[in-house]
């Protein structure tokens, strides 16, 4: 077999200590491109959260660069889905597309420049 970097051997020997065989056609991190795997190892240790941010990423289509900001956010500790009551305002077929925008929440801690708190621009 040809292509097999050193650094891919590896990461296949974490894959298969982390995820036994017959979780990973079972689990979202068997539907996940390996890109995104190396990220599960390289920057989260626990297996909790590596199940969790792999189920949202195969729920949400994260690309990797956003699964990366997803966990560089903690996005673990914010809740899936703000509350709202389109669905009894709305008529149905307009409820489900007000439920789309708000189904994940808003990380907007990149405004901070200093990672301190969000400054107003002074009046």
């Known amino acids: 077999m040809k292509g097999l970097s050193r650094a891919n051997l590896f990461y296949t020997r974490r894959f298969a200590g982390e995820w036994p065989a017959d979780a990973v056609v079972q689990q979202p ?20 959260l590596r199940d969790c941010y792999a189920s949202r990423t195969a729920a949400h289509g994260w690309s990797r660069n956003v699964l990366e900001h997803q966990i ?15 669905a009894e305002v709305l008529p149905p ?8 925008v708000t189904k994940d929440p808003y990380a907007l801690d990149f405004l901070a420049s200093d990672g301190d708190k969000l400054r107003t621009p002074a009046h």
Do not use: F, M, Y
């Open 72 to 86: 560089r956010a903690d996005a673990h500790t914010r809740p899936q889905t703000v509350p709202t009551n389109s």
């Open 29 to 48: 991190v068997g539907q996940l491109p390996w890109g995104h795997i190396t990220v599960l190892l390289d920057r989260l240790n626990d297996h909790e």
């Open 93 to 100: 077929g307009d409820s489900d597309p007000a439920r789309q």
